[in-house]
């Protein structure tokens, strides 16, 4: 394990986590929860992936992989994704989905603030992306609004799977505020049993970019002194 060959090194001990799980952790400890201890993260950056707290306590799985939300096989598409496999929920709702989706449609002709930038490059970055929503760019919102609705799809399935009191978005994708969330919860609100989402919020992350470094931080804090 990487961690031991670590500490070995270090001389000092070492913990290594998942990025959504730390994500995860930060928002459970110093962030937007409170008090629920029925939590799902869902890290929607370039990939996409997911944290989840049950009963106060971060979820591993059997070997460490729980949380894998993004190679849930959801999509009736024929995208192979990076993991190797098609139809992974990642291939329609995730940066990369955004990025692949925008990029489409650019070279159909479809106007755009980014289409200067996309004609003289080649490429876009997901970062022109969101700065393109925040200008209220048409094509950008219509791409972030199908994106959301894929992915509250899953999330509805994750609330009638999970019954969590709090399911929290965070990651770069977060960055697109309400033309992300809307699609989402109107996503949930279609797709989830009305007895099981009642009992659910969707929120915002709170700590942005710094939840995953919060979160190993507290991780850490844990860890060596046993607090929570």
């Known amino acids: 394990p990487l961690a031991t060959i670590l500490e070995s090194e270090l001389g000092a001990p070492v913990f290594i986590e998942n990025d959504s799980r730390a994500m995860t952790y930060g928002e459970y400890i110093c962030g937007v929860c409170n008090n629920e201890r029925n939590v799902l993260f869902l890290n929607v950056s370039w990939g996409l992936g997911m944290g989840m707290i049950i009963d106060g306590k971060l979820s591993y799985g059997k070997s460490g992989f729980s949380g894998e939300i993004g190679h849930f096989p959801m999509l009736n598409n024929d995208i192979i994704c990076h993991c190797g496999k098609t139809g992974c929920l990642e291939t329609g709702a995730s940066g990369y989905a955004a990025h692949r989706i925008l990029t489409e449609r650019l070279k159909e002709g479809r106007a755009s603030c980014l289409r200067a930038k996309f004609e003289e490059q080649g490429t876009i970055s997901l970062e022109d992306i969101l700065n393109a929503v925040n200008e209220e760019d048409v094509l950008a919102i219509e791409v972030i609004e199908e994106i959301g609705a894929v992915l509250g799809r899953a999330v509805a399935g994750l609330i009638n799977l999970f019954n969590p009191e709090l399911v929290v978005i965070g990651g770069t994708m977060s960055e697109a505020k309400e033309y992300l969330m809307l699609p989402i919860k109107q996503s949930v609100q ?25 979160g190993a931080c507290m991780l850490s804090r844990s860890k060596l002194l046993g607090l929570i």
């Open 190 to 214: 279609r797709h989830s049993l009305n007895i099981i989402n009642k009992d659910t919020k969707i929120k915002f992350s709170k700590l942005g970019e710094k939840a995953g470094a919060i």
